[in-house]
């Protein structure tokens, strides 16, 4: 009987610990995630005729000119749209309607020009259309760019992590002298990059820095990684994983090597 009533016990801390935990945890609404990725539309969407709302553009270079590319559409609506404002997701993106007042069954284009200067890389580019006040746009275009490097770029940079170009992903110090390596590296994102290390898996010997804590797209920042020869080495060659690029530990680390001191 008393071990019943111990057992009894123990499932209600159990199914008491569940239901705080439950209530702790916070759920995102699945309709307020889809509106992070395709907002919703206004009710002059519908009216909205475009010939076509996703563009592949063809393979660029970040030495390349500025392309730009078209949307036609046409008014399907009874009464006249007006297109009161055009937003991008991007700095590199610019748009321009050729007419911004449509009469019905009236004809323009959507012109987005693509600077592909300074943005290598793989990148979905969104191209909103507002017909009217407030935050829901009538359409979403879409403009999908892949980027090879500049030559310079690529010279001066030619390591690739994501968002980050580095000169140089390894390091080496002297066994048995403390010492600091620092790699220089530049942000050729379209956003702040905040860059960190997962520390969990620093080794003991390694400490980790990251100048500026944020560095804003087109700067330069710093890596620094101090060796110190008192703390213990798991071996010789060792993986300080960066955080922040949104890449696996294979594509985002640095390697450091010891080698045998004088």
């Known amino acids: 009987m008393m071990k019943r009533v111990k057992v009894i016990c123990a499932l209600s801390v ?4 569940s239901c705080v935990l439950c209530a702790q945890i916070r759920i995102v609404p699945r309709e307020m995630l889809d509106a992070v990725a395709s907002p919703r539309l206004s009710c002059d969407s519908a009216a909205l005729g475009f010939a ?8 660029m270079n970040e030495d390349d000119a500025p392309q730009t590319f078209f949307f036609p559409l046409t008014n399907n609506a009874d009464t006249a749209l007006v297109i009161r404002s055009l ?3 991007c700095s590199c993106v610019t748009a321009k309607a050729g007419k911004t007042v449509l009469n019905p069954g009236e004809h323009t284009e959507i012109s987005v020009r693509y600077d592909p200067k300074g943005h290598p ?4 580019r969104r191209i909103f259309v507002y017909t009217r006040e407030g935050n829901e746009p009538a359409a979403v275009l879409r403009l999908s760019v892949d980027v090879s490097a500049g030559a310079d770029m690529a010279g001066e940079w030619p390591v690739q992590m994501g968002a980050i170009r580095l000169r140089r992903s390894e390091v080496a110090f002297a066994e048995g002298q403390r010492a600091v390596e620092k790699l220089r590296f530049i942000n050729v994102g379209n956003k702040p990059l ?5 520390e969990a898996f620093l ?3 390694l400490s980790f820095e990251a100048r500026p804590q944020t560095v804003l797209s087109g700067q330069e920042g710093e890596i620094v990684i101090i060796y110190d020869p008192q703390a213990r080495a798991p071996g010789k060659y060792m993986k300080v994983i960066l955080k922040g ?4 530990p294979s594509r985002s680390s640095i390697t450091v090597s010891i080698f045998p001191g004088d």
């Open 14 to 17: 159990f199914l008491g610990l």
């Open 52 to 59: 076509v709302r996703h563009i592949v553009a063809p393979q």
């Open 87 to 89: 937003r991008t997701t």
């Open 121 to 124: 890389g793989k990148f979905e």
């Open 194 to 198: 905040t860059l960190g290390c997962e």
């Open 203 to 205: 080794p003991e010997c």
């Open 245 to 248: 690029l949104g890449l696996p």
